[in-house]
């Protein structure tokens, strides 16, 4: 059985009920957490510096293409989708060296996400996770998510529980199935980030969904991503800065609210892969265009990245889960599917990378006819 995971004994009698046998998450027995130096700290009074602008140099430039590396040890890599996530087994990201760093870059810009389960990553320390993290670029502070007290302030901790509703009490209302990509109205926002499960709710749920830019934007018409090529769009964070306030004196505010404008079709500096780069919760209007005009298209862009459900992937978690993905080439989403209450906790290491690169408008309007789907179907 892997580490990290309890068995409920077995009974065989026919009435025993199915929850008797199921495998449970590991769970102190009296309740408190796994990991109690990650819990939550919250200082209304703490302030913290932008980076600023700063040259970012991908790890993935650096990769050798076959990742020896990386998957010298891996005694299973399996897709979890066509378009995005991959499972690999047998690799410690602890172990890795800077070559394997690299690569790992590499296959994550390639495949959008990747995950890596019984890691002794939780166990060996903030420095030491934040060491192999900032290989990928300077570590970014949230503005007013907690950070351990006794660790780092660029550990961004995710904590539900019944002692702390901070998060499940902001999505009260709301569906809190929201499509994002972290940070986008920063400057220079992240690339390959981690985030590491402490804790999981102890039957199931509290997984994350990913999906793929690079395939959302392929998946459109030809001449509609020529349309999009070119445009800009702002993102700001100015919800999440009202959602905090509301929690009154104990409101958090790091820094000041952040607005930035961004390409709408963004390509990735290592693959050169084009993706689409607007997500439902920080990006608020297409720039020169109308109100009217700009909430019609983002509307649709929106529904296109949560609806297209063959271009996602569901990742599960238990304790000493690992997933790895690049913001650049996904919008991601959390999920609450859990009994209010239950535990989940784990820690997010969000390196920030390039100023967003735009694509270039293709004059050539021949792709369709290159594409076999779409000539098969008869829509060139």
Same mark, same amino acid.
């Given at each position: 059985?892997a580490?990290?995971?309890?068995?409920?004994?077995?009974?065989?009698?026919?009435? !025993?009920?199915?929850?008797?046998?199921?495998? *449970?998450?590991?769970?102190?027995?009296?309740?408190?957490?796994?990991?109690?130096?990650?819990?939550?700290?919250?200082?209304?009074?703490? *302030?913290?510096?932008? &980076?600023?602008?700063?040259?970012?140099?991908?790890?993935?430039?650096?990769a050798?293409?076959?990742?020896?590396?990386?998957?010298?040890?891996?005694?299973?890599?399996?897709?979890?989708?066509?378009?995005?996530?991959?499972? &690999?087994?047998?690799?410690?990201?602890?172990?890795?060296?800077?070559?394997?760093?690299?690569e790992?870059?590499?296959?994550?810009?390639?495949?959008?996400a990747?995950?890596?389960?019984?890691? #002794?990553?939780?166990d060996?320390?903030?420095?030491?996770?934040?060491?192999?993290?900032?290989?990928?670029?300077?570590?970014?502070?949230?503005?007013?998510?907690?950070?351990?007290?006794?660790?780092?302030?660029?550990?961004?901790?995710?904590?539900?529980?019944?002692?702390?509703?901070?998060?499940?009490?902001?999505?009260?209302?709301r569906?809190?199935?929201?499509?994002?990509?972290?940070?986008?109205? !920063?400057?220079?926002?992240?690339?390959?980030?981690?985030?590491c499960?402490? +804790?999981?709710?102890?039957?199931?749920?509290?997984?994350?969904?990913?999906?793929?830019?690079?395939?959302?934007?392929?998946?459109?018409?030809?001449?509609?991503?020529?349309?999009? +090529?070119?445009?800009?769009a702002?993102?700001?964070?100015?919800d999440?800065?009202s959602?905090?306030?509301?929690?009154? #004196?104990?409101?958090?505010?790091?820094?000041?609210?952040?607005?930035?404008?961004?390409?709408?079709?963004?390509?990735?500096?290592?693959?050169?892969?084009?993706?689409?780069?607007?997500n439902?919760?920080?990006?608020?209007?297409?720039?020169?265009?109308?109100? !009217?005009?700009?909430?019609?298209l983002?509307?649709?862009?929106?529904?296109?990245?949560?609806?297209?459900?063959?271009?996602?992937?569901?990742?599960?978690?238990?304790?000493?889960?690992?997933?790895?993905? #690049?913001?650049?080439?996904?919008?991601?989403?959390?999920?609450?599917?859990?009994?209010?209450?239950?535990r989940?906790?784990?820690?997010?290491?969000?390196?920030?990378a390039n100023k967003? &690169?735009?694509?270039?408008?293709?004059?050539?309007?021949? +792709?369709?006819? !290159? #594409?076999?789907?779409?000539?098969?179907?008869?829509?060139?």
């Amino acid at each position: 059985m892997a580490p990290g995971l309890t068995e409920a004994p077995t009974s065989t009698s026919v009435d !025993e009920p199915l929850t008797s046998k199921l495998i *449970k998450r590991q769970k102190n027995e009296d309740g408190s957490p796994l990991y109690p130096d990650y819990m939550p700290f919250y200082d209304p009074l703490e *302030k913290v510096e932008d &980076i600023g602008e700063f040259e970012h140099f991908d790890a993935g430039h650096r990769a050798d293409p076959k990742l020896p590396n990386l998957l010298a040890n891996a005694t299973k890599v399996a897709d979890l989708s066509p378009h995005v996530g991959t499972e &690999i087994e047998g690799v410690q990201l602890s172990r890795l060296s800077e070559a394997g760093l690299d690569e790992l870059a590499l296959l994550t810009a390639k495949r959008g996400a990747l995950v890596f389960r019984n890691q #002794d990553f939780s166990d060996i320390g903030f420095k030491a996770q934040k060491k192999i993290v900032g290989h990928f670029g300077p570590l970014h502070i949230h503005g007013w998510a907690p950070h351990p007290a006794a660790g780092s302030e660029a550990h961004m901790i995710i904590y539900d529980h019944k002692e702390d509703l901070r998060v499940r009490r902001s999505w009260k209302g709301r569906s809190p199935v929201q499509w994002h990509t972290d940070q986008s109205p !920063e400057p220079q926002p992240p690339g390959t980030t981690f985030i590491c499960m402490l +804790e999981s709710p102890a039957s199931a749920g509290g997984d994350t969904l990913v999906s793929s830019s690079v395939a959302a934007f392929n998946a459109l018409s030809p001449r509609f991503r020529k349309r999009l +090529e070119g445009l800009t769009a702002i993102h700001s964070n100015n919800d999440g800065v009202s959602q905090e306030l509301k929690n009154g #004196d104990g409101a958090v505010m790091r820094r000041a609210h952040l607005v930035q404008e961004h390409p709408v079709v963004i390509l990735h500096p290592v693959t050169k892969e084009k993706a689409l780069y607007v997500n439902p919760v920080y990006t608020k209007r297409i720039v020169g265009f109308d109100q !009217e005009e700009s909430d019609y298209l983002l509307g649709f862009l929106f529904d296109h990245i949560a609806k297209r459900q063959d271009l996602q992937c569901r990742v599960r978690y238990e304790t000493g889960t690992v997933l790895v993905w #690049d913001q650049r080439v996904t919008n991601h989403s959390q999920t609450l599917d859990y009994p209010a209450g239950d535990r989940r906790h784990a820690f997010r290491l969000t390196p920030l990378a390039n100023k967003p &690169i735009p694509s270039l408008v293709e004059e050539d309007d021949g +792709e369709c006819a !290159e #594409d076999f789907a779409r000539v098969s179907l008869g829509l060139c």
